[in-house]
């Protein structure tokens, strides 16, 4: 064994092996101590060296979990790197569960928070989220399936769905798309996404990632798939509705006319944030006619001293708002706030008395960075970012009716989209369809 690992790794200087020998029996041993922690000591070095008994060390490598055959020479190199010790005992090879663990204790939740709901979020050791999942779905029709991905780097993950809810032509498309996963370094749950996305210039996400245990339990019971992975610390949902996207675990929580009234804000305020710098753009532009006589000529006389069209001065605006966010998410968070906050005030004040734009513009700029944030799902929140810019250059163009025309063709494409086969924009789903197994959501 050891012959055969030294040819495996030739080069690494931080690879012990050795051969011990009590007496009584002989063992080659060979692990990465980096990558193993004190449990080798108590599992293995003192049983070894101190039970005399030959025999009595033979049941124990039988009878306890943590010692498993390993006839395929083959995968010894892949479980030397995931932490195991590889012993040989009277020409039998066996692996010695051993890996290091980084986490201990359950994270609070930094991206989606809650006010009354748990604070606990999910970590980078799989193992500790599985927990954290069934600690909240604790039913034995929850199932747990194990893979492998990545030539590198050999990332577990699991994928978990209740056998009697899921959506068996989801499940089959889903493993079908796992299989065609081909990724050398998988680190985090995005480049997982982009590789189950059927279509990679997709303008909304159609996989929900969250960082909460209780939107996981939540997903599960509705018969949705969860995917978890080794080292992240963000949770892969699918199938997804845009409106599971929208959806925030405190409206769970709060009675009910306080959740639908935050609902509808959320969307109130998407939309604000799609068609307002747009519809501004228009109305100075083109269609003065829809504000009153008053407050066209407010607007006018704000925009007096600006000098350029009214789609540079939304340009202008949009893009110090796209840089002050950019900074603040790359800047150390210590003053990443502060700066940020302190920049959008200077630049709007000295921005609006030096006339490159108007104080119209101001209130429109705050009113669409205020609403963007809104949005409880950050890659969501991203894509309604992105969608107000083809608005600007239609309204630029064609003006208010440009607009109307572009929301009806945004609402087209979101029901053109599918999250494996089920619909984007649906409503809601019949309850007698989500208990037999299809079309859960």
Same mark, same amino acid.
């Given at each position: 064994?050891?012959?055969?690992?030294?040819?495996?790794?030739?080069?690494?200087?931080?690879?012990?092996?050795?051969?011990?020998?009590?007496?009584?029996?002989?063992?080659?041993?060979?692990?990465?101590?980096?990558?193993?922690?004190?449990r080798i000591k108590d599992g293995l070095l003192v049983p070894f060296s101190y039970r005399f008994d030959p025999d009595e060390f033979r049941r124990m490598?039988?009878?306890?979990?943590?010692?498993?055959?390993?006839?395929?020479?083959?995968?010894?190199?892949?479980?030397?790197?995931?932490?195991?010790?590889?012993?040989?005992?009277?020409?039998?090879?066996?692996?010695?569960?051993?890996?290091?663990?980084?986490?201990?204790?359950?994270?609070?939740?930094?991206?989606?928070?809650?006010?009354?709901?748990?604070?606990?979020?999910?970590?980078?050791?799989?193992?500790?989220?599985?927990?954290?999942?069934?600690?909240?779905?604790?039913?034995?029709?929850?199932?747990?399936?194990?893979?492998?991905?990545?030539?590198?780097?050999?990332?577990?993950?699991?994928?978990?769905?209740?056998?009697?809810?899921?959506?068996?032509?989801?499940?089959?498309?889903?493993?079908?798309?796992?299989?065609?996963?081909?990724?050398?370094?998988?680190?985090?749950?995005?480049?997982?996404?982009?590789?189950?996305?059927?279509?990679?210039?997709?303008?909304?996400?159609?996989?929900?990632?969250?960082?909460? #245990?209780?939107? $996981?339990? &939540?997903?599960?019971?509705?018969?949705? /798939?969860?995917? *978890?992975?080794?080292? +992240?610390?963000?949770?892969?949902?699918?199938?997804?509705?845009?409106?599971?996207?929208?959806?925030?675990?405190?409206?769970?929580?709060?009675?009910?006319?306080?959740?639908?009234?935050?609902?509808?804000?959320?969307?109130?305020?998407?939309?604000?944030?799609?068609?307002?710098?747009?519809?501004?753009?228009?109305?100075?532009?083109?269609?003065?006619?829809?504000?009153?006589?008053?407050?066209?000529?407010?607007?006018?006389?704000?925009?007096?001293?600006?000098?350029? #069209?009214?789609? $540079?001065? &939304?340009?202008?605006?949009?893009?110090? /708002?796209?840089? *002050?966010?950019?900074? +603040?998410?790359?800047?150390?968070?210590?003053?990443?706030?502060?700066?940020?906050?302190?920049?959008?005030?200077?630049?709007?004040?000295?921005?609006?008395?030096?006339?490159?734009?108007?104080?119209?513009?101001?209130?429109?700029?705050?009113?669409?960075?205020?609403?963007?944030?809104?949005?409880?799902?950050?890659?969501?929140?991203?894509?309604?970012?992105?969608?107000?810019?083809?608005?600007?250059?239609?309204?630029?163009?064609?003006?208010i009716s440009g607009v109307a025309v572009m929301f009806f063709a945004m609402i087209v494409y979101l029901c053109s989209l599918r999250s494996f086969g089920?619909?984007?924009?649906?409503?809601?789903?019949?309850?007698?369809?989500?208990?037999?197994?299809?079309?859960?959501?």
């Amino acid at each position: 064994m050891l012959e055969q690992i030294k040819n495996e790794f030739k080069n690494a200087s931080d690879l012990l092996m050795d051969t011990l020998d009590n007496g009584y029996l002989r063992m080659e041993l060979a692990y990465f101590p980096s990558l193993c922690d004190e449990r080798i000591k108590d599992g293995l070095l003192v049983p070894f060296s101190y039970r005399f008994d030959p025999d009595e060390f033979r049941r124990m490598l039988h009878s306890n979990p943590k010692y498993q055959k390993q006839d395929k020479s083959e995968e010894w190199a892949n479980l030397l790197l995931k932490g195991n010790v590889l012993l040989e005992i009277d020409g039998q090879c066996y692996s010695f569960k051993s890996d290091r663990t980084f986490v201990t204790e359950v994270g609070t939740t930094q991206v989606e928070a809650s006010l009354q709901g748990p604070q606990s979020a999910f970590t980078e050791d799989i193992n500790l989220n599985i927990s954290l999942v069934r600690i909240r779905y604790n039913k034995s029709i929850l199932t747990v399936k194990p893979f492998d991905k990545g030539s590198f780097s050999h990332t577990s993950i699991q994928v978990l769905y209740d056998s009697e809810l899921v959506n068996e032509n989801v499940l089959k498309m889903l493993f079908k798309q796992m299989e065609n996963v081909n990724i050398d370094l998988l680190q985090a749950s995005g480049q997982l996404v982009k590789e189950l996305t059927d279509r990679s210039h997709r303008l909304f996400p159609t996989l929900l990632q969250t960082e909460r #245990p209780d939107r $996981v339990a &939540v997903m599960l019971r509705r018969g949705k /798939i969860v995917i *978890l992975m080794n080292g +992240s610390r963000f949770a892969i949902v699918l199938p997804v509705r845009l409106f599971d996207f929208m959806h925030a675990m405190d409206d769970d929580y709060e009675s009910y006319w306080i959740s639908r009234f935050l609902i509808i804000m959320r969307y109130m305020a998407v939309s604000l944030t799609v068609i307002l710098p747009a519809v501004y753009i228009a109305i100075v532009s083109y269609n003065p006619e829809i504000f009153r006589v008053q407050l066209a000529f407010t607007i006018d006389g704000s925009r007096a001293g600006v000098p350029y #069209p009214s789609f $540079v001065e &939304v340009f202008i605006m949009l893009f110090m /708002i796209e840089a *002050l966010i950019e900074a +603040s998410i790359r800047l150390p968070r210590f003053v990443g706030s502060t700066a940020t906050t302190v920049g959008g005030l200077i630049l709007g004040q000295a921005a609006q008395q030096a006339g490159l734009v108007s104080s119209i513009m101001i209130i429109v700029t705050s009113v669409v960075a205020i609403s963007n944030f809104v949005v409880p799902n950050p890659n969501f929140s991203q894509s309604v970012r992105l969608m107000k810019y083809p608005f600007v250059i239609i309204a630029m163009i064609y003006g208010i009716s440009g607009v109307a025309v572009m929301f009806f063709a945004m609402i087209v494409y979101l029901c053109s989209l599918r999250s494996f086969g089920e619909p984007y924009l649906a409503l809601f789903t019949p309850k007698n369809q989500m208990n037999s197994g299809h079309g859960k959501d």
